[in-house]
Structures are given as structure tokens and as C-alpha cells.
């Protein structure tokens, strides 16, 4: 079983910063390679959409609300992820979620962590 642990969220101005974290517990008995691990957020009535991904390989992607404000980072020796939000804003306020793609077993989720924007 693959086990990913967040960061703590919380509480920031607009404009304000805040970083998040994710690591795979490294509790699975089984070995296995994660081949990528992102971030994706659900505001209150929304559907989980897609803020960033970095590869095993070092490969980033972005949703477009949030190029030039966030940036993701990862250490894939220890299947750790990074989120670095900038330049915060009301519409940011969501439950954030960490993602891992194990190759050969699926996708696996964090339990999710609040982010809450206050304008």
C-alpha cells in the first residue's frame, strides 16, 4: 500500500505565500517506482481539477490559473513533492490533494489539506 503524507495547510492573506509538502510514508513492503507525482485542489462545489505535476524525470506541468505563482519541485530519490504557492489569491482557496502515479499499481491520493485564501 502506498501511503502519501501531506503538509499542513492553513490560513493566508491574498498575496501571501505558503508552501506544502508530500511524502510517500515508505510503509509498503513492496517495492515499486513512482514515475510521477502532482498536486490537484477541490473548492467547495467543484469538481478536483489539476494544479501542477512534476515527473520522475523532472518534467513540470501547470494549470494556467496558477503558471507564475506556483512552482513544483520534487526529490524523487526520496518520493517527496513540493508545492511553492505565490502570490495568493481568493479563488486558491481549496482542499489540496498529493498524487502519486506508481507504475504498474495506479494512482494514489493524499488525504488532502485546507487551503483557505482570505481577501
Known amino acids: 500500500q502506498v501511503q502519501l503524507v501531506e503538509s499542513r495547510g492553513g490560513l493566508v492573506q491574498a498575496g501571501g505565500s505558503l508552501g506544502l509538502s508530500c511524502a510517500e510514508s515508505?510503509?509498503?513492503?513492496?517495492?515499486?517506482?513512482?514515475?510521477?507525482m502532482g498536486w490537484y485542489r477541490q473548492a467547495p462545489g467543484k469538481q478536483r481539477e489539476l494544479v501542477a505535476t512534476?515527473?520522475?524525470?523532472?518534467?513540470?506541468t501547470y494549470a494556467d490559473s496558477v503558471k507564475g505563482r506556483f512552482t513544483i519541485s520534487g526529490n524523487s530519490g526520496k518520493n517527496m513533492v513540493y508545492l511553492q504557492m505565490d502570490s495568493l489569491k481568493s479563488e486558491d482557496t481549496a482542499v489540496y490533494y498529493c498524487?502519486?502515479?506508481?507504475?504498474?499499481?495506479?494512482?494514489?491520493w493524499g488525504q488532502g489539506t485546507q487551503v483557505t485564501v482570505s481577501s
Open positions: 498524487s502519486a502515479v506508481v507504475r504498474g499499481m495506479g494512482t494514489y
Open positions: 512534476i515527473s520522475s524525470g523532472g518534467s513540470t
Open positions: 515508505r510503509n509498503s513492503r513492496r517495492a515499486f517506482s513512482i514515475d510521477a
